[in-house]
């Protein structure tokens, strides 16, 4: 059975700093997600990486993915108030015995950037 | 309307009622998820719909029953729920397909209190 662990579940940074998430998984298979959920809102798709060495980048936030390790971190570059929010790691998988897609979530940190 | 709509956004009821959440995408996705987010569990998948067609039941109790009437419409029917299945309930889509998990795109979820 799958499953994804994060850590930590609670972080609360200064403007300005920086800081990491980490997104460990049990077994190796498919694509790796990063997901943002501000309070009371729905869930908004941030990264995909697909392989070994991937990262992306958008604005103070990048993502990589390290398949050997089965670890994904999210780096949070001088943080603002508005990163703000839940950030969930996820990783796909096969639904059933198909080749159709579902996800499987870390239980999620909550970021608090403080002024 | 854009994206994945669900309605409605808050609902309260009984144990002894029975209602129905209703999710809707418009992105021409070919497979649609039930998803269950607890105040103290990460999120569950509850059902898969490809093609119209239930994949995955993820051991859900009888009292929930999800219908996929076509591509662009899911439905979860409530009946005789316990007051621990108060939760959110986001319903997402995604493009399904061989060789890969593609990103899965959230609705704003439902509220559900059970009383």
């Known amino acids: 059975e799958l499953k994804v662990e994060q850590n930590p579940l609670f972080l609360s940074m200064q403007e300005g700093k920086n800081y990491t998430i980490y997104c460990n998984y049990s077994?190796?298979?498919?694509?790796l997600y990063w997901y943002r959920q501000d309070p009371g809102k729905s869930l908004e798709s941030l990264f995909v990486?697909?392989?070994?060495?991937a990262v992306k980048q958008e604005g103070r936030l990048m993502a990589s993915l390290d398949t050997k390790a089965r670890l994904s971190t999210l780096h949070i570059t001088a943080a603002v108030h508005d990163l703000s929010a839940t950030y969930f790691c996820?990783?796909?998988?096969?639904?059933?015995?198909?080749?159709?897609?579902?996800?499987?979530f870390g239980q999620g940190t909550i970021l608090t950037v403080h002024p | 309307e854009t994206g994945v709509t669900q309605t409605p956004r808050h609902l309260v009821m009984g144990m002894t009622n029975k209602k129905s959440l209703k999710c809707e995408q418009h992105?021409?996705?070919?497979?649609m998820y039930w998803y269950k987010q607890s105040a103290k569990k990460p999120l569950e998948l509850m059902f898969v719909?490809?093609?119209?067609?239930?994949?995955e039941n993820n051991s859900v109790p009888s009292r929930f029953s999800p219908e996929c009437p076509n591509s662009s419409h899911l439905f979860l029917h409530l009946h005789t729920l316990q007051p621990e299945d108060s939760a959110l309930y986001l319903c997402?889509?995604?493009?399904?397909?061989?060789?890969?998990?593609?990103?899965?795109?959230f609705g704003p979820g439902t509220r559900l209190t059970v009383l």
């Open positions: 077994t190796t298979s498919d694509r």
């Open positions: 990486l697909l392989s070994n060495g």
């Open positions: 992105l021409g996705h070919n497979a």
């Open positions: 997402a889509s995604s493009q399904a397909r061989a060789g890969g998990t593609d990103t899965q795109y």
């Open positions: 719909y490809s093609l119209e067609e239930r994949v």
């Open positions: 996820a990783k796909g998988g096969r639904a059933g015995g198909t080749s159709y897609g579902k996800l499987t």
